[in-house]
């Protein structure tokens, strides 16, 4: 168990829609990451916050936003879902800004 | 396109062989690390080798990173079945704030 939570697990919807994936880092850790892993494209880093600021952004769409919050919990919220974007999401934390991350499990997306 | 990546892409061993997986990266690196991820499951740290470290053991691992070639390798030794995952190299390039993923080896270990 790493300790880095999150939910929902899985997540079933359709092409238009808005889903929120929730992410709660270890205890203590102040850096968040959101990555998406799928099949085509391996594993791409999306956003990063460090003690609710955004960091450094990767790949990540103008539809995809997300926000740490004041407990360090963060929130990946993507909207006008496309079929390509069924994934993997995976929300990684670390206690500073570099050095080893700890996943969750992921969130599994699938847009029908 | 990606920063590392890993060589083979599959990887086929009998239990108790050793497997060796290569990591190739394009610039200069802070760390390179090395992590594990069961199928569908969340990535898992193995190890962490440092831009001035050559060689890293952790138990049955060892990290070799060579920066003038800009690769590292990571060996398995007696490989169990438990063993079978995918590794996936990350590195933590200078400049850049988040580790790059590469695309992974997948390895299977035959009882």
């Known amino acids: 168990d790493s300790g880095v939570t999150q939910t929902p697990k899985h997540l079933i919807t359709a092409t238009g829609q808005r889903v929120t994936l929730r992410c709660s880092p270890r205890?203590?850790?102040?850096?968040v990451y959101w990555y998406q892993q799928s099949l085509d494209q391996g594993l791409q880093f999306l956003i990063q916050?460090?003690?609710?600021?955004?960091?450094a952004k990767g790949n990540i769409l103008e539809r995809f936003s997300a926000q740490q919050f004041p407990d360090l919990h963060s929130e990946l919220n993507l909207s006008s879902l496309e079929l390509g974007d069924s994934a993997l999401y995976f929300c990684?934390?670390?206690?500073?800004?570099?050095?080893?991350?700890?996943f969750g499990e992921g969130s599994r997306l699938t847009v029908l | 396109s990606q920063q590392g990546e890993e060589d083979p892409q599959a990887l086929s061993i009998q239990e108790g062989e050793n497997a060796t997986m290569n990591c190739s990266y394009k610039?200069?690196?802070?760390?390179l690390q090395w992590y594990r991820q069961n199928s569908g499951r969340g990535l898992v740290h193995l190890i962490l080798?440092?831009?001035?470290?050559r060689e890293k053991h952790s138990g049955r691992l060892r990290v070799t990173l060579d920066t003038s070639k800009k690769s590292s390798s990571l060996l398995i030794t007696a490989s169990r079945a438990a063993d079978t995952a995918s590794y996936f190299c990350?590195?933590?390039?200078?400049?850049?704030?988040?580790?790059?993923f590469g695309s992974g080896t997948r390895l299977q270990v035959q009882p």
């Open positions: 610039t200069s690196i802070n760390n």
């Open positions: 990350a590195t933590d390039v200078t400049g850049r704030r988040a580790l790059t």
């Open positions: 916050y460090y003690n609710g600021e955004e960091r």
């Open positions: 205890s203590g850790d102040l850096s």
């Open positions: 080798i440092r831009s001035n470290e």
């Open positions: 990684a934390s670390s206690v500073g800004l570099q050095g080893e991350l700890f």
